[in-house]
């Protein structure tokens, strides 16, 4: 059943990323290039049909009377519905123009026929056209998946930089006004703290040009931002590790784990008064999968998940995830009041270097 389901969300993902690239009706100049090729699809056809030149001009003005209303109406709806479809994620945005593409045909069919029920008088009629709508519906999304991954070959890679990026000034950020709260109370831990961020940004900005580090560096990383924590939450702030022998050299994503340490932190510790225990465990599981499971205490009253600039954390560090496990992971949190817990689960990738 288990593998099962984790073969679905991995298809899953990979059919999402594999959707041809949807355009932005919006933009007038991808109209204008619909309107061009369906010109020359027209013209193609017509001289398919033809056995001589002087024939053409008739067969393509039967075809551009016939081709032209199905074309400019599937036009409008996707000019009045481009706000729509550019909100929806890849497969709703296919469904999206599927159901357009009906009722364009549907339109269509009625108005010529002056009759709202003649296109299912006749089923074979009916077929015939919406197998031409679509096929040609998906040779434009095909044209310009083709157009936009030529241009952009290595669209996964970027996105998952511009990801990454997004993470750093988020992360420096948030390090940054912990030791603003310290300057004028405590100078000497300020300083101390500021010593400790700069040897926590030398570890998170080695290697920039990759991706994943091994869990070990990762772990690292979170125990110097928890150190800077430590100096500014004192005796409030309590950490336990539990990690398995040998699952150190696992590849992770950079600034994986140390978001979800930093969560349980600035919106669960600092808000008790007495503070409270970060419990950090990661373990290899019975399907030889990668386990990392964190709960903190908390006031009753927050939910670690709720605030606005979390969000985009969280939503930043799930892309990211996907991106690097074909969406292979599983990610789960619980609010249980007086604690948070957060599982994530993602397949072994072993660093061989």
């Known amino acids: 059943m288990y593998s099962t389901l984790k073969k679905f969300r991995s298809v899953l993902f990979k059919i999402e990323n594999r959707v041809p690239y949807i355009p932005d009706f919006g933009d007038a100049w991808n109209i204008l290039k619909i309107l061009l090729v369906s010109f020359l699809i027209s013209v193609i056809y017509s001289f398919s049909q033809v056995d001589k030149a002087s024939e053409f001009y008739v067969y393509f003005w039967e075809n551009i009377q016939v081709f032209s209303p199905y074309v400019v109406t599937q036009l409008i709806l996707l000019i009045f519905n481009s706000k729509i479809i550019k909100k929806l994620n890849p497969v709703n945005a296919i469904l999206y123009l599927i159901l357009l593409n009906f009722i364009t045909v549907y339109l269509v069919c009625s108005l010529t026929d002056y009759s709202f029920y003649s296109m299912f008088e006749n089923w074979d009629r009916a077929i015939a056209k919406f197998s031409l709508s679509y096929g040609i519906l998906f040779f434009f999304l095909i044209y310009f998946d083709w157009r936009e991954k030529n241009l952009h070959p290595s669209q996964l890679q970027a996105q998952l930089s511009f990801l990454q990026s997004k993470m750093r000034p988020h992360f420096l950020f948030n390090t940054l006004n912990s030791i603003i709260s310290l300057i004028k109370k405590e100078p000497e831990i300020a300083k101390k703290m500021l010593l400790n961020l700069s040897e926590l940004l030398r570890a998170s900005l080695r290697e920039e040009n990759t991706f994943m580090h ?118 789960k949190t619980q609010d249980n009041g007086d604690s948070f817990y957060v599982y994530l689960e993602i397949p072994i990738r072993l660093n061989h270097d």
């Open 214 to 331: 091994s869990l070990d560096k990762e772990i690292i990383l979170c125990k110097k931002y928890l150190e800077i924590e430590k100096m500014r939450l004192g005796d409030r702030l309590e950490v336990n590790w539990e990690i398995q022998e040998g699952i150190e050299n696992n590849l992770v994503p950079k600034l994986s784990l140390q978001p979800l340490i930093e969560n349980s932190v600035l919106h669960g510790i600092q808000n008790l008064e007495d503070g409270g225990l970060i419990e950090v465990s990661i373990r290899r599981n019975l399907l030889s999968r990668i386990v990392i499971e964190i709960k903190n205490t908390q006031s009753n009253v927050s939910n670690g998940l709720k605030e606005e600039g979390n969000k985009i954390s969280m939503k930043n560090l799930l892309e990211r995830l996907n991106i690097c496990f074909d969406g292979d992971i599983i990610f």
